[in-house]
């Protein structure tokens, strides 16, 4: 069983920076972002495995995911943040080394982490 625990979150301006991160407590070859705005669907943000990463267009150029393996640790550095990005964050893992964009590929998900982009 693994489990994630996200932290980061919080309010900023847009324009500002977040940087998210997500510690996981088993081994995992493959992570993931998502977010969900009040009321929507749950979207695929970024993600990392061996094969390398992948964005959501949305985020394309403003957010960078990166892991360190020595920490269990995968990271979401957002900058140019915008209103529209405003959503709690998701952390996903799963065990199979293929980077996915689909929620039900990943077996495991945190808590998630709120980010309140104010105009």
């Known amino acids: 069983q693994v489990q994630l625990v996200e932290s980061g979150g919080g309010l900023v301006q847009a324009g500002g920076s977040l940087r998210l991160s997500c510690v996981g407590s088993?081994?995992?070859?493959?992570m993931g972002w998502f977010r969900q705005a009040p009321g929507k669907e749950r979207d695929f943000v970024a993600a990392?495995?061996?094969?390398?990463?992948a964005y959501a267009d949305s985020v394309k150029g403003r957010f960078t995911i990166s892991r360190d393996n020595t920490k269990n640790t995968v990271y979401l550095q957002m900058n140019s943040l915008k209103p529209e990005d405003t959503a709690v964050y998701y952390c996903?893992?799963?065990?199979?080394?293929?980077?996915?964009?689909?929620?039900?590929?990943?077996?495991?998900w945190g808590q998630g982490t709120q980010v309140t982009v104010s105009s």
């Open positions: 990392i495995a061996w094969s390398g990463t």
């Open positions: 996903a893992a799963q065990p199979r080394p293929t980077r996915s964009l689909v929620a039900t590929d990943y077996d495991y």
């Open positions: 088993g081994r995992t070859f493959s």
